[in-house]
């Protein structure tokens, strides 16, 4: 069974950093693109972040450049996202999501359960 499971979310400060973190298991994802979203309340599901198969490539929603940074270790299967100078608007639940492919892409076919970051101002 393939999961996805997110880590590291939590109540933090305006200001402040967190780190998130996906464990793949089930089969490895070294071979595919990667995504952090977040979703708001009554808000739609955004791409935040991506990272290709090798890492040799990202993409930031203009909202988080500057302050989020994607990064993966395929030996771990595990993708990580550091949130930097977090802002109250940061606020949501953050979903690890995996490509089919190898570059980033609009494609996602398997989504982690979420974790919630709650950033006070």
């Known amino acids: 069974q393939v999961q996805l499971v997110e880590s590291g979310g939590g109540l933090v400060q305006a200001g402040g950093s967190l780190r998130l973190s996906c464990a793949a298991s089930?089969?490895?994802?070294?071979?595919?693109?990667m995504g952090w979203f977040r979703q708001a309340p009554g808000k739609e599901r955004d791409l935040v972040s991506a990272?290709?198969?090798?890492?040799?490539?990202?993409f930031y929603a203009d909202s988080v450049k500057g302050r989020f940074t994607i990064s993966r270790d395929n030996a771990k299967n595990t993708v990580y996202l550091q949130m930097n100078s977090l802002k109250p608007e940061d606020t949501a639940v953050y979903y690890c999501?995996?490509?089919?492919?190898?570059?980033?892409?609009?494609?996602?076919?398997?989504w982690g359960q979420g974790t919630q970051v709650t950033v006070s101002s």
């Open positions: 089930g089969r490895t994802f070294s071979r595919n693109a």
């Open positions: 999501a995996a490509s089919p492919i190898a570059t980033i892409t609009g494609q996602y076919d398997y």
């Open positions: 990272i290709s198969w090798n890492g040799g490539r990202t």
